[in-house]
């Protein structure tokens, strides 16, 4: 029997994500709700990959355990259980992510394909259930009894306080002394004070404590406010030993929290034990922080009936995974149990009572003002918390690093957050339900809600400015804390901030009466009173302006399932890697080009990031951009090269010529050439001189459609323009015209330069080639830089060449193209003569004088042409000729064949994808070498036919069933699915 190791942190083997009831019916998910529940984007792709059914050898539904027989390398299939009312889960693959792939492919497989059958269910299945049954009913019982040992019990608790209290002495000291001394010296003392006393610290158990302590390390020298952030906090340190000293006099809430800040532990027991708030639990938003040793992952919800906020947190270790318990965006009736404090926040799930289903907003979100009036609740009865949940209902960004309320009061954004393209992106500018955390820095977005849809903050950017933040601290407290009161005592009763006098703590009933505060006790307490005083006072800002709403789209919006499928590719969720996700964006936005429509607005700032990046993406996605997508990328700098791109959705007005942005005017010029050719040229020709040279250019080229004589006139004035890809627009289209002047021009240089002269022998070509670049010749295109190596009588020959129409040869010579190819072979002036006719092949599309060149280049003891010429003239071959000549080299094991592959455009023929899989299916069973498998596999996946994805399904299948290396298996299966990935995603946009 194999050994199995289960992906659990229960005893039972079990992953298991909160209470045990299970709701009587769980509706089907969908693919988003997978998604959410996956630990990183690498196990989601690994689950896409065994979500088919070939994967699976069974599977069922139990009640609500979904489980299933996953073929893996083994010759065991895995054993997957999922209960679809926790989520748990559980698997016999030595994964340790929670959930592993093939409890995520298993429910993927559930979510897209058909009913599976109830019944009958394998042992290990009704096991489990089993299992989970007993341990709901075991954890439905309350918790009781007294411990085991009661005296030792009391004994380790007494020891651990007289620990604590031994540390919480030293830490008063030692912070009397960093006042009485002064903070100046701290700047070159560093960080290493701060880490002895924590050290120190967490040798007396007290570790929450600890941690504050060695966080003030990083503060020293940090920032031109480093002094005041440092004393506000040295303060409330003083403020939490004040805490302890006075225990047991203190309100129970109140003792509770003291004892959490010093780090105290709270058994989950404990915590289970006390009431329960039962109620609808809207999750808010989730925040992940990596330490290096430990993950810890916040997660806030939101009672929709009490209004009460909770904070859920889970922790990892290094290479473990996070449980997935909650999906942003959901909601769950179920019961929570507090920690104890004075304004209790973090909570246990005791028992879910429903499955979690997606809701369209949370309920009481406030304006600003409200929301910090919560704030300033939640400090004066914890003066050391550092940050608490807001939930703002209607804030629009301003584009300045704040955002605007209803009543137009503004709060300002954390560093890292400043630029919250994703919100402006997904609400247009319109109000919108933002969830957020609370701190003096500003607010750090979790979430938001625009019609009903829950959009994710994304991670913050890193920020080196650090928070914008004014002084916090009295500048004569400030002074007396740097110099030290042993050089400048504080006798002040308290500190004196916004023209108050501000009493610090009250002294501890067990203090002598006669005794009176130090001078650095004093300093500290008024530091802390300050600092509280001062952040719970903070009021919401005015004058700032939040953003013009984006105009309302024109073109419909793309199919909900084609939006869904974007948005997993900008999220790099993707079969191939990296490279292919690039790929399968450029054929995503094509297609969707071709389609007609806009978007989701939420995938923007991501394309535009992509437009950036990769140019050639840069056409489609102007046309699918949407009116939202000018909008957002007019208000960055580096997006604004989409401003430049012709939308989609292109206004008929007259007035979009003239004030429309570059995009907007081209389209516009296309449609009125695609209606009456010569009144758009006409208009172009009236503003030309007006227009800017960098839009030039693109003008030209959109005369393309119906070209005619009639454009002649004004493409010959343009080659005189003073910018060199203006002009080169125009010659191509000249180039084009069969009879225009520029053709009669160079075909009279062709024809003065190479001429047919009959000898006894027969007949050859006589060739007398310009010697001098002159003005007209530059004109008309010719380049006065020569290639390398060759001379300038050789360079003009071949640009003379390459300008001349193609059949000005065939007519004059009486030949072909082949015939004529012949007569150059072997001449003293070949190499010019063949490059010649090649370029002009490419420049003027014909193939028949394609296929005659290459052919000639591919004799033995020819020229040969450079290789750049060479392989364009291959895009110039009928792609079914293309694809013949592939099928062929890769038949004869030719090298060439990876490299007719790379150029062949667009869909391959049958032959070539036949061809293809024949080659793929030998490597796989013969080739020593597993990566040149996996060259032609990812050239397959982006162009074959998608309708070949079954047979090659199938062909990974019986590699599988073979004893095949698992690395030649492994790109044949990856085939498989991006082939599948594609059928999918084009059908999505017929």
Not at 52 to 69: F, K, N, P, R, V
Not at 242 to 250: K, N
Not at 301 to 313: K, Q
Not at 868 to 892: Q, T
Request: aromatic share 6%; charged share 20%.
């Amino acid at each position: 029997m194999p050994v199995e190791r289960w992906t659990t942190a229960e005893p039972d083997g079990t992953a298991d994500l909160g209470g045990a009831a299970q709701p009587p019916d769980v509706p089907r998910w969908n693919d988003a709700r997978v998604a959410a529940l996956a630990p990183d984007a690498g196990s989601l792709r690994a689950a896409r990959a065994v979500s088919g059914a070939g994967h699976w050898a069974a599977t069922g539904l139990l009640g609500e355990i979904l489980w299933g027989l996953c073929r893996g390398s083994g010759s065991s299939p895995y054993q997957v259980c999922v209960d679809l009312a926790g989520p748990a889960y559980r698997c016999s693959c030595p994964s340790r992510k929670i959930p592993c792939k093939h409890a995520l492919g298993l429910l993927l497989r559930w979510v897209d394909g058909p009913d599976l059958p109830t019944e009958p269910a394998p042992a290990f299945a009704a096991e489990w259930q089993a299992a989970r049954a007993a341990r709901a009913a075991r954890a439905a019982t309350p918790p009781g009894g007294a411990p085991a040992d009661p005296a030792g019990a009391h004994q380790r608790a007494r020891q651990r306080a007289e620990r604590v209290a031994a540390g919480m002495t030293e830490l008063r000291r030692w912070l009397d002394d960093q006042v009485q001394q002064g903070l100046a010296a701290a700047e070159q003392a560093g960080h290493r004070p701060y880490e002895t006393m924590a050290a120190r610290l967490v040798d007396a158990q007290a570790p929450a404590a600890a941690t504050a302590v060695r966080r003030l390390g990083g503060l020293v020298g940090v920032g031109p406010l480093w002094a005041d952030r440092l004393l506000g906090e040295l303060g409330l340190l003083r403020l939490l030993v004040a805490g302890h000293e006075r225990l047991d006099e203190l309100p129970p809430g109140l003792a509770a929290t003291v004892r959490a800040r010093i780090g105290f532990p709270v058994a989950t027991d404990d915590v289970l034990s006390g009431p329960r708030v039962t109620d609808r639990w809207q999750v808010l938003g989730q925040v992940e922080t990596d330490d290096g040793a430990l993950t810890t992952r916040r997660t806030w919800l939101r009672g929709a009936d009490s209004g009460r906020f909770a904070l859920v947190l889970a922790f990892a270790a290094a290479g473990q995974s996070l449980n997935p318990d909650f999906a942003p965006g959901t909601e769950l009736r179920a019961d929570l149990c507090f920690y104890p404090g004075t304004t209790p926040l973090r909570a246990l799930v005791a028992e879910r009572h429903s499955a979690a289903v997606a809701y369209a907003a949370p309920a009481g979100a406030l304006p600003a003002r409200a929301a910090l009036a919560g704030w300033a609740a939640a400090l004066a009865s914890d003066p050391w918390r550092h940050d608490a949940p807001v939930l703002l209902a209607g804030v629009t960004p301003t584009g300045t690093g704040w955002v605007v309320d209803t009543t137009g009061e503004a709060l300002p954004l954390a560093p890292g957050h400043h630029e919250p393209w994703w919100l402006l992106a997904a609400a247009g500018g319109a109000p919108a339900t933002l969830a957020a955390e609370w701190s003096p820095a500003g607010l750090r977005p979790l979430a938001a809600w625009v019609g009903g849809r829950h959009i994710p903050a994304p991670a913050p950017l890193f920020d080196s400015r650090g928070p914008d933040l004014p002084p916090e601290l009295p500048s004569d407290l400030l002074a007396a804390a740097l110099l030290g009161t042993a050089r400048r005592p504080w006798t002040q009763p308290g500190a004196r901030l916004a023209g108050r006098t501000l009493a610090g703590p009250t002294p501890p009933a067990s203090a002598s009466s006669g005794s009176a505060p130090s001078a650095p006790a004093s300093l500290l307490d008024a530091a802390a009173t300050a600092l509280a005083y001062g952040r719970a006072g903070t009021t919401p800002a005015t004058g700032h302006r939040p953003v013009a709403a984006a105009p309302p789209e024109q073109a419909a919006p793309l199919p909900t399932a084609a939006a869904d499928r974007l948005l997993r590719l900008v999220d790099g969720d993707a079969p191939g890697g990296a490279q292919a996700v690039q790929e399968l964006l450029a054929q995503w936005l094509a297609a969707a080009a071709r389609r007609g429509g806009h978007v989701p607005p939420q995938a923007l700032p991501a394309l535009l990031e992509a437009g950036r990046r990769n140019a050639t993406l840069r056409p489609a996605l102007g046309m699918v951009a949407g009116r939202r997508g000018g909008w957002l990328a007019a208000q960055r700098a580096d997006w604004r090269w989409l401003l430049d791109e012709a939308p989609g959705a292109a206004a008929a007005e007259p007035e979009v010529w003239r004030t429309g942005s570059p995009g907007e005017r081209l389209a516009y010029l296309a449609r009125m050439r695609a209606d009456d050719p010569d009144a758009a040229r006409d208009q172009l020709v009236a503003g030309w001189d007006t227009e800017a040279p960098e839009e030039r250019a693109r003008f030209v080229a959109a005369l393309s459609a119906g070209l005619s004589a009639a454009d002649e006139a004004f493409l010959e004035r343009v080659l005189d323009d003073p910018r060199r890809e203006v002009r080169e627009a125009a010659l191509e289209l000249l180039r084009r015209l069969p009879a225009s002047g520029l053709s009669r021009r160079m075909a009279r240089r062709a024809h003065a330069a190479v001429r047919l002269e009959r000898t006894r022998g027969g007949e050859r070509l006589v060739v007398d080639p310009p010697q001098t670049l002159d003005p007209a010749l530059r004109r008309d295109g010719v380049g006065a830089t020569p290639a390398r190596g060759m001379g300038i009588g050789a360079w003009l020959l071949e640009e003379v060449v390459a300008g001349t129409p193609l059949d000005t040869w065939t007519t004059a010579l009486h030949r072909d193209p082949a015939a004529v190819v012949e007569l150059g072979r072997g001449h003293d002036w070949a190499t010019p003569l063949l490059h010649g006719w090649a370029k002009a092949a490419i420049a003027q599309r014909d193939p028949a004088w394609a296929a005659a060149l290459l052919a000639a280049d591919s004799r033995r003891g020819a020229a040969g042409l450079r290789e750049a010429v060479r392989w364009d003239l291959h895009l110039i071959l009928p792609p079914a000729e293309l694809g013949r000549l592939a099928a062929d080299a890769l038949r004869r094991e030719d090298h060439v064949a990876h490299r007719l592959l790379a150029v062949h455009p667009g869909r391959w023929p049958d032959e070539l994808a036949v061809a293809v899989i024949e080659t793929i299916a030998h490597r796989a069973r013969t080739d020593r070498h597993s990566w040149q498998l996996g060259e032609l596999c990812r050239a397959a996946a982006m162009a074959m036919p998608t309708g070949y994805a079954g047979a090659v399904a199938r062909l990974a299948a019986e590699l599988d069933a073979e004893p095949a290396d698992p690395s030649r298996v492994r790109p044949v299966a990856e085939l498989a699915r991006t082939l599948t990935f594609r059928h999918e995603m084009l059908q999505e946009l017929q």
